[in-house]
T-cell receptor, first 115, second 112 residues
Framework: KAGVTQTPRYLIKTRGQQVTLSCSPI?????VSWYQQTPGQGLQFLFE?????QRNKGNFPGRFSGRQFSNSRSEMNVSTLELGDSALYLC?????WGVGAGELFFGEGSRLTVL | GENVEQHPSTLSVQEGDSAVIKCTYS??????FPWYKQELGKRPQLIID?????GEKKDQRIAVTLNKTAKHFSLHITETQPEDSAVYFC???????????FGAGTRLTVKP
């Protein structure tokens, strides 16, 4: 079974631009969560989707948004990029929601550099 | 929302010694507490988890303890080996919720 796939793996943008990151969960997993990882800050929760609906949201500005498609694939978008948005963005999938999702399976991440 | 604090941020031990990482959480509704290990350049992976109806869980050299009254839980690694060197993250969430909140991480270095 294929793992969680994130694209692109690396990207460089300039301030003010926008970026879209993609995540394909493990087959059969219906919940997708997004995290921002920066040195010293650990894994900061962005949002979580299940059945195309955002179920939970972290403390990030409205420039960060996401969506989930009917095939459970998810995208996150960051508009008006700032230097501080430079980070590794990790996507994680889990089997379900509301019944004890348990283990999160992470992708390898998309490393975003904002210049 | 849930806030998870993790200590220490860095930990260095000699091979064969034990390592202990501690976390506290704020939301009394949290009842699922996993630990993830992230090796350099790799994705985080679950190594052990504990649910609130259990006070302690052990898996070979790794154990986790939970004190719900004090809202803290700890990871214990015995007989450490160089391959245990990694960043360890604790997390907390309500079991019926995917809003998983992580601690800031502990960088463990095991010196041979």
């Amino acid at each position: 079974k294929a793992g969680v796939t994130q694209t692109p793996r690396y990207l460089i943008k300039t301030r003010g631009q926008q970026v879209t990151l993609s995540c394909s969960p493990i087959s059969g997993h219906r919940s997708v969560s997004w995290y921002q990882q920066t040195p010293g800050q650990g894994l900061q929760f962005l949002f979580e989707y299940f059945s195309e609906t955002q179920r939970n949201k972290g403390n990030f500005p409205g420039r960060f948004s996401g969506r989930q498609f009917s095939n459970s694939r998810s995208e996150m978008n960051v508009s008006t990029l700032e230097l501080g948005d430079s980070a590794l963005y990790l996507c994680a999938s889990s089997l379900a929601w509301g019944v004890g999702a348990g283990e999160l399976f992470f992708g390898e991440g998309s490393r975003l550099t904002v210049l | 929302g849930e806030n998870v604090e993790q200590h220490p941020s860095t930990l260095s031990v000699q091979e064969g010694d034990s390592a202990v990482i501690k976390c506290t959480y704020s939301d009394s509704a949290s009842n699922y507490f996993p630990w993830y290990k992230q090796e350099l350049g790799k994705r985080p992976q679950l190594i052990i988890d504990i649910r609130s109806n259990v006070g302690e869980k052990k898996d070979q050299r790794i154990a986790v303890t939970l004190n719900k009254t004090a809202k803290h839980f700890s990871l214990h690694i015995t007989e450490t080996q160089p391959e245990d060197s990694a960043v360890y993250f604790c997390a907390a969430t309500a079991y019926n919720n995917n809003d998983m909140r992580f601690g800031a991480g502990t960088r463990l270095t095991v010196k041979p």
